[in-house]
């Protein structure tokens, strides 16, 4: 064989030895180092298999711009993006090595003279390039060649590597976003102000967030962990009756719920949950969340109370001045009475006086008469006419004398009606002298009483006491009207009786009014005093009297006044009245 | 008055609460049954409202709770603001045969003392 010949085979079979060694050796570094270190001892080891004085890796895109330079360095360097066409003004980019002329590695190595550029791998619209640079003379053929074959072998594992390093910074990528979006919702649920929780089926806690914690008063969520959440209700029976509405529908919206909490005390919340289900429909879990609404509930009781508090109130106010109108009426008619009483008196005043003068009158007449008949003979007088004159004297005398009795009587009407009704002294307490207010009372209502009941009056000796005459006048009358016409009706057997005591005890004087009437059953007994109260048939009361006598009593004169009764035996209204009268009175 | 149509207009016919009504000399007498969640509530508020606008007045209106197990507030609500017009109205709302369970949240807002209550036998 000719020695060109042969020194040609063998310059190749050396060639082909180095790029496979080079070949094994990149692949080593390649798969034992996945960082950009590789690439920097990749390119390294080219350029020393092919004698380079300077190798360099750039990453370029389509528009033949440098990205990142790699090259000897330890660190990758970033180009502004000039254009290598322009600095290396390649003869064509169409072939798989490029010889290059005079050039540098931009910002870096010196001035070569010679170049060789090959693409190592492409992925997307970049791709990598090695440079390899000789101080000296040119790239041989061989080289070229060389450097071809060699990206042809590296080719495939370049390849494989890249991907990978995608996939692997694909993985990271995605690992993060999930751990960000994991923390985030893991933030949503901790951070949550109100509580959030899952249980299993069997309501046993699962998961619970920290104001979970807080709404239960527990130091923390470890202590909730794994016990039933029955065990945190006020009433852990209640938690069957939410199970089973949960297990019907699937969820439950706005549930009440009571909680109570370490300290004992309790918390109103309002809960929304779902159930978690199998295909086969068996509960897997249960979530859901609480509210503490025990602001809105205790600001809704309030105003509830205040509410019912102020209808009790107005209807109390309505009682209160139904009862001042009566009151005011009574007033109004007693000073009616007075005026009346008052008119009346002047003219029986005169008609008194002109009664008495004609008495007179008539006895002188009766003195002549009887003058006449005994001086004059007895035989000129008519005997007849001498009768008659005798009758029509003792007549008259028993028509004055009914009418002193006339006159009395109603002189004794009308002082008992001024009496009675003491407009004189409206709104002061005076000295009152109780018996005597009886007796005028009496006389007043006498109309009521005289074809149902006999009186019986015990009127001891008590002192005057300090008191509104008119209003306990009102009192007493009061309850003798009522007395005479419990008896009245049904009509019973015999009169009935009306018994008045009054007697001292101590510093209070004690009247008690007494009627053998059919009595108050004990069901109204302590009704009688109630406003509007009344057994009577509407339109025959008002049913005030006696809580206007309350009133009167207990209130304007410190004093009492209570009733003992026995159905078929009869009733005892009793009244203890000060004789000093009420604690804050002016005397007069 | 008819009850039966009453009834059906306020609550739905499946809805969790179930309506009765009576009527004797004294009043008329509701029977509940079921829990009263926050629609019941208000669909029990707006009826008594309406019994308590058409009844005359000085006679009672009953609420038996006997079948009732879940009060929430919405419905002491309803009962208290039956209660404040039925008062105004001259009405006497009562309550009977309360639960232990619905009479502890009552005492627990503080409204038992408001409302009387009343045997079955009354």
């Known amino acids: 064989m000719p020695d060109a010949i042969q020194n040609t085979i063998q310059l190749q079979s050396d060639a082909h030895i180095v790029i496979l060694t080079l070949t094994v050796e990149l692949c080593k570094i390649f798969a034992q180092d996945e960082s950009e270190k590789a690439i920097i001892a990749a390119i390294n080891a080219i350029g020393h298999a092919f004698h380079a004085t300077e190798a360099a890796l750039f990453y370029i895109n389509s528009e033949k711009s440098y990205r990142v330079c790699i090259s000897g360095t330890e660190y990758p360097i970033t180009l502004s993006e000039k254009r290598w066409i322009e600095c290396a003004r390649p003869k064509s980019t169409e072939t798989l090595v490029t010889k290059l002329g005079s050039w540098s590695i931009p910002g870096i190595g010196k001035k070569l003279p010679a170049w060789l550029c090959v693409c190592l791998y492409t992925s997307g619209s970049e791709s990598g390039y090695v440079f390899i640079g000789r101080e000296a003379g040119e790239w041989s053929d061989n080289d070229v060649a060389s450097l071809a074959s060699l990206k042809m072998a590296i080719e495939p594992v370049v390849k494989i590597r890249h991907e990978r390093a995608i996939e692997e910074w694909n993985r990271k990528n995605t690992e993060k976003l999930l751990a960000k979006n994991e923390t985030r919702l893991r933030n949503i649920f901790e951070d949550s102000r109100d509580m959030f929780y899952s249980t299993n089926a069997s309501d046993i806690i699962t998961g619970i967030n920290l104001a979970g914690a807080t709404i239960l008063g527990c130091p923390s969520k470890q202590d909730l962990l794994g016990k039933p959440f029955s065990t945190f209700l006020l009433n852990p029976a209640d938690r069957v009756q939410f199970l089973e509405r949960i297990a019907a529908d699937g969820y439950i919206d706005d549930y009440e719920v009571i909680f109570k909490k370490h300290d004992g005390l309790s918390i109103f919340c309002l809960e929304t949950a779902h159930t978690v289900k199998e295909s086969d429909g068996t509960i897997i879990e249960i979530q859901g969340s609480v509210k503490d609404i025990s602001n809105r509930i205790e600001n809704e009781r309030k105003l509830w109370k205040m509410n019912l508090e102020i209808a009790e109130a107005n209807i109390n106010l309505q009682k209160t001045h139904s009862i001042m109108i009566q009151h005011e009426k009574l007033a109004s008619i007693g000073q009616l009475a007075a005026g009346i009483a008052h008119e009346i008196n002047n003219p029986i005043g005169f008609l008194k006086s002109n009664s008495q003068t004609l008495e007179k009158y008539f006895g002188k007449l009766e003195k002549y008469w009887s003058e006449c008949s005994t001086s004059r003979a007895s035989s000129d007088l008519d005997s007849d006419m001498i009768q008659r004159m005798e009758k029509i004297f003792i007549e008259a005398k028993i028509i004055f004398a009914e009418g002193h009795d006339g006159f009395e009587r109603i002189i004794n009407i009308v002082s008992s009606l001024k009496n009675f009704s003491r407009v004189d002294s409206q709104d002061i307490m005076n000295s009152f002298d109780l018996n005597a207010g009886i007796e005028s009372t009496l006389v007043v209502a006498w109309n009521e009483i005289k074809y149902v009941s006999e009186v019986r009056k015990n009127l001891g000796d008590i002192p005057p006491i300090v008191a509104h005459g008119g209003e306990l006048n009102q009192v007493i009358l009061n309850i003798v009207v009522n007395a005479a016409q419990a008896m009245e009706n049904p009509p019973r057997e015999g009169t009935g009786l009306i018994e008045i005591t009054t007697r001292l005890e101590g510093d209070h004087v004690l009247l008690t009014i007494h009627d053998n009437g059919p009595g108050i059953p004990k069901k109204i007994l302590n009704k009688i005093f109630d406003p509007f109260f009344t057994t009577k048939e509407p339109g025959k009361g008002t049913g005030l009297g006696l809580s206007i006598s309350y009133d009167i009593i207990v209130n304007k004169h410190d004093g009492s006044i209570w009733v003992e009764s026995e159905p078929g035996t009869g009733t005892t209204f009793f009244i203890s009245l000060p004789v000093s009268g009420p604690h804050k009175v002016e005397k007069t | ?122």
């Open chain 2, 1 to 122: 008055m008819d009850y039966s149509e009453t009834v059906d207009k306020f609550f739905e016919k499946d809805s969790r609460m179930r309506v009765s009504l009576m009527e004797d000399v004294s009043g008329i007498i509701i029977r509940l049954n079921g829990s009263l969640d926050m629609q019941s509530s208000s669909a029990l508020q707006e009826m008594l409202m309406y019994i308590i606008d058409s009844m005359a007045g000085h006679k009672r209106l009953v609420v038996d709770l006997h079948d009732v197990n879940y009060i929430p507030s919405t419905g002491v609500g309803a009962l208290t603001i039956a209660l404040m017009t039925a008062r105004k109205r001259d009405i006497k709302l009562q309550l009977s045969q309360i639960q232990p369970k619905v009479r502890s949240i009552f005492e627990l807002l503080g409204f038992m003392s408001f409302f009387e209550e009343v045997s079955d036998d009354a």
